[in-house]
């Protein structure tokens, strides 16, 4: 029993994964580059309702940017800024409406360095961060809030 | 657009020496030649790097143009990031627009940002162009593995990893069927703000998920009723080995890395 | 509503290295009334036919021509055409998404712009015509349904937009024998209640026997085949070559012509077949 909860489990993080990652690639211009705003961000909500979309998004973002430009440094530092911050969000499920910031806070900080130093973004650090803050807030706060109380309305059906 | 033109990923085929090595080393001199790149501290190390980088180049095969496309995106990150240093930078002055000034450092520092951002897109984007994602991941959990002493299931990790690369092409599809499907029946994604087109995806979204977690519970069922238990005493069909290919990059890159140490040590 | 295709050519990623030609200089009509089996293998066409039939991909070359009107025009008219093919993929339960069946059916005739009453009355009626009680299911959730009840639902979905031309993509695909005769009973009742013309694209050659008037063949893109039931299925040779077979009445019946028999093989069904075989043995 506990081996089927594991597959089930891993499975369901793998499905969100590749959610993540389909739906940024099909919104590419928009999902990459420096001003981005990554509709599939939204999908970060989904750790408001399972602890499977903590390393689901992480693979999900993963390959999303390694399949992107950015390359192997983008998939590396962007998928560990996901995962601390889907972590965040999840601990923060039930103040939903606090919850994304964790989200918010970790990509600013981790992505807006990650910019900041790999990419030498000719901008000071904290402008970095507040860019990328800024996208991750617009996806996080304007899409995922919506996302996540449709999802609470329609859970039963959808699976979750 | 149709979404069976979105190219997977960047890999060029082909059988060359460079593509023919473990993940695992490769992944390793891609780390590698990253890190050299923040150690340099003067154009000879990176005329070093660039060297390195070249030789690795043509050796996989990868035509120059490929590599070129991939530095498209961040072009305006580029051009911005010169002009700014140019104009920003404090120090000598060489020419002067007005109140906009060109400073001696601000051109060596315009040309090292920039020199250093288009060999790190190399350097990533060859990693990406000579390994496919699956390998790529392999190589990870193999690389991982030792963390399992501390608790990281490094096998499950992969597994999960492998298995959502493997449904990017299938949800892709899914949405495609779905999205013709509910076009057929009158439904509009393209017209309207973005608070109308956010609703109008109501009739993608829904779908793509039930599909989503049914397909996520049929594999569930399907693997359990192979016997799946997780990573515990699970072997491979492809073992994946250091041959003499493997052993040889390692020594160029711990020579290259040597290199690279000498130049920034040795220099004033 | 007669549609007429013309020259039909449709190439995927065109310009690139994996360019297919997925249409090639397609050419037949489709009487209004008519019952028509689109039969061929996977990949040779079906599926990006049918999608050009009602507009949602635009030809390459060539046309599709609907009452006189090229349904590729950007007019008012071409797109009132387009909105009266209905269109059912396969696996249609796919497509659910509301939270009460009333709510999913009523999607398509909303997006026509039909008033809340209109639309309700159009979603009943299509559910009876599916053979689902509207009263019953209205008000429960699409994905409490059985497999069966929900394929229904889609298909009311499309009923609902009152189509003239009702185009199915394997309806019975995934369904037990007695499901799949089961939803070609419903789609037979449906073809008289409303006097559409239907487009069933299929593998299984007894259906195409039993409920067509007017057959296609493709292959790889082209279509190479056209006519009666009997006219094609009198060709066994050519079937072959396509890699196709022949209902298993005729099959039977030119079993027994072959072992020196003296029986008609101008068969489809059983019954005729049962009917020969009392003529010729007793």
Known sequence: MKEKVKAQYMVQAAVIGSLYAAITLLLAPLSYGVMQVRVSEALVVLSMFTPAAIPGLGAGCFFANLLGPGGFIDAAIGSIATVIGAIGTYRLRNAFYAAPMATVASNAVIVGWMLYYFYAVPLPLVSCMLWVGLGELIACYGLGIPLARFLQSRRGDIGL | MAIKDITLGQYFPGESIVHRLDPRTKILGTFVFLVTLFLVNRFAGFALSAAFIAGVIALSGVPVKFMIRGLRPILFLIVFSTILNLFVTAGTPIVQFGPLTITEEGVYRAAFMALRLMLLIFGSSLLTLVTKPITLTDGIERLMSPLNIVKLPSHELAMMMTIALRFIPTLLDETDKIMKAQTARGADFESGNLFRRAKGLIPLLVPLFVSAFRIAGDLAMAMEARCYRGGKGRTRMNGMAFSGRDAGALCVLVAYFAATIYLRTMGG | ?282
């Open chain 3, 1 to 282: 509503m007669r549609i007429e295709v013309k020259g039909l050519t449709h190439v995927y990623s065109e310009g690139m290295p994996f360019e297919t030609v997925a249409l090639e200089d397609v050419n037949f009509v489709l009487e209004p009334g008519s019952f028509t089996g689109l039969i061929g293998h996977t990949g040779s066409g079906k599926s990006t036919l049918i999608q050009h039939l009602n507009g949602l991909l635009r030809p390459m070359e060539g046309a599709v021509i609907v009452d006189g009107v090229n349904i590729a025009d950007k007019s008012d008219a071409a797109r009132a055409l387009r909105r009266k093919i209905g269109l059912v993929f396969q696996y249609p339960e796919h497509q659910l998404f509301e939270e009460t069946v009333l709510k999913d059916v009523c999607f398509g005739p909303k997006n026509l712009g039909c008033t809340q009453d209109e639309c309700e009355e159009r979603a009943l009626h299509a559910l009876s015509l599916v053979g689902l009680d509207g009263k019953a299911f209205q008000d429960r959730s699409p994905f409490g349904l059985s497999g069966g009840e929900k394929r229904r639902v889609a298909i009311a979905g499309v009923l609902a937009m009152e189509p003239d031309v009702l185009i199915l993509d394997e309806p019975t695909a995934g369904l037990d024998p007695a499901g799949h005769r089961s939803i070609l009973d419903m789609v037979r009742q449906i073809k008289r209640e409303r006097d559409l013309s239907i487009l069933l694209v299929t593998h299984n050659m007894d259906d195409v026997a039993r409920l067509a008037d007017h057959v296609l063949v493709m292959q790889s893109g082209r279509l190479v085949m056209e006519g009666t039931p009997l006219e094609i299925f009198s060709e066994d040779a050519k079937l072959q070559t396509l890699g196709l077979s022949l209902p298993q009445a005729t099959r039977l019946m030119n079993m027994l012509a072959e072992r020196g028999c003296d029986v008609r093989t101008d068969i489809l069904t059983l019954q005729e077949a049962e009917e020969e075989i009392v003529r010729a043995f007793i």
